[in-house]
T-cell receptor, first 111, second 114 residues
């Protein structure tokens, strides 16, 4: 089983709609979870971190964490063309000084 | 602060050549990482360091070496380049103070081995 899985293919959403991204992880003791955004040809940048079960909102972004089910999700409300990017889910492996990354989900916002 | 800087931005190597990818951070972070990213894939950890003089292997260390003589610098050495090492390489440093645990990435080095 992969440490972090993002299985959805490219996601196309109309401008103003909600984009929903999901991620599952295998390490049951992980406590720290992150979403990175990566524009084409650029480096990843952190947009959300979440450490407790439930929702965390930051502007148009909401991260949701369910440790019992081992999944973390990202919602992008009122999607804008500038949100078109690849979104990488990352999980900090406890007892380990590293992050495990999913392969990413591409989001395309259609004007 | 310049953050994390990497040189060069682009490089083409011939099979069997060697090179060093440079990475420097000015944020006084103890933790530094080297990743590679192949098209359509996530980030794979090559090596990491928890402080000057301390390095450890990641998921895909074969064909690479690192050193960490200072807090600021974490160079990645490729010996005997192979086509399988064609990738984009990202260096990152981690802020583990104040509970944020944020990783900051450099702009990347795009390497092609022919």
């Amino acid at each position: 089983q992969k440490e972090v899985e993002q299985n959805s293919g490219p996601l196309s959403v109309p401008e103003g709609a909600i984009a929903s991204l999901n991620c599952t992880y295998s390490d049951r003791v992980s406590q720290s979870f992150f979403w990175y955004r990566q524009y084409s040809g650029k480096s990843p940048e952190l947009i959300m971190s979440i450490y407790s079960n439930g929702d965390k909102e930051d502007g148009r972004f909401t991260a949701q964490l369910n440790k019992a089910s081992q999944y973390v999700s990202l919602l992008i409300r009122d999607s804008q063309p500038s949100d078109s990017a690849t979104y990488l889910c990352a999980v900090k492996l406890e007892g380990n000084n590293r992050l495990a990354f999913g392969k990413g989900n591409q989001v395309v916002v259609i004007p | 602060n310049a953050g994390v800087t990497q040189t060069p931005k682009f490089r083409i190597l011939k099979i069997g050549q060697s090179m060093t990818l440079q990475c420097t951070q000015d944020m006084n972070h103890n933790y530094m990482y080297w990743y590679r990213q192949d098209p359509g894939m996530g980030l794979k950890l090559i090596y990491y360091s928890v402080g000057a003089g301390i390095t450890d292997k990641g998921e895909v260390p074969n064909g690479y070496n690192v050193s960490r003589s200072t807090t600021e610098d974490f160079p990645l050495r490729l010996e005997l380049a192979a086509p399988s090492q064609t990738s984009v390489y990202f260096c990152a440093s981690r802020d583990n103070q104040g509970g944020t645990d944020t990783q900051y990435f450099g702009p990347g080095t795009r390497l092609t081995v022919l």
